[in-house]
């Protein structure tokens, strides 16, 4: 089974950028799907974007479309997600996660999550 694991978000300002990353531990992303939701305090946990590993075909939020990018790393068995252009309304806890390869938008669909990590947006 996939281990997930996450390296500590941050602060950051609003129009700052950051980029989280997701490694994989115990095994690779073959065959499977990983995303990016977010859960603000209070509120239900949102999708932000996925990536299918084998054909590196991306989707992404239309709330957030045009400031993210995911990524897929290769090397270091990863996926990354770059989010710039920051606002508040970003904070939240953010997590990966693994689903098969026809899991989409639900949370439900995905078998292995990360831990989490905390972005804080503010000045």
């Known amino acids: 089974q996939v281990q997930l694991v996450e390296p500590e978000g941050g602060l950051v300002q609003p129009g700052g950028s950051l980029r989280l990353s997701c490694a994989a531990s115990g095994a690779t992303f073959s065959g499977n799907v990983v995303a990016w939701f977010r859960q603000a305090s209070g509120q239900e946990r949102e999708f932000v974007s996925r990536i299918e590993w084998d054909t590196g075909s991306a989707y992404y939020s239309y709330r957030m479309a045009g400031r993210l990018t995911v990524s897929r790393d290769f090397a270091k068995n990863a996926v990354h997600l770059q989010i710039v252009r920051l606002k508040p309304e970003d904070t939240a806890v953010y997590y990966c996660?693994?689903?098969?390869?026809?899991?989409?938008?639900?949370?439900?669909?995905?078998?292995?999550w990360g831990q989490g990590t905390q972005v804080t947006v503010s000045s």
């Open positions: 996660a693994v689903g098969g390869p026809f899991s989409a938008e639900r949370p439900t669909s995905y078998f292995s």
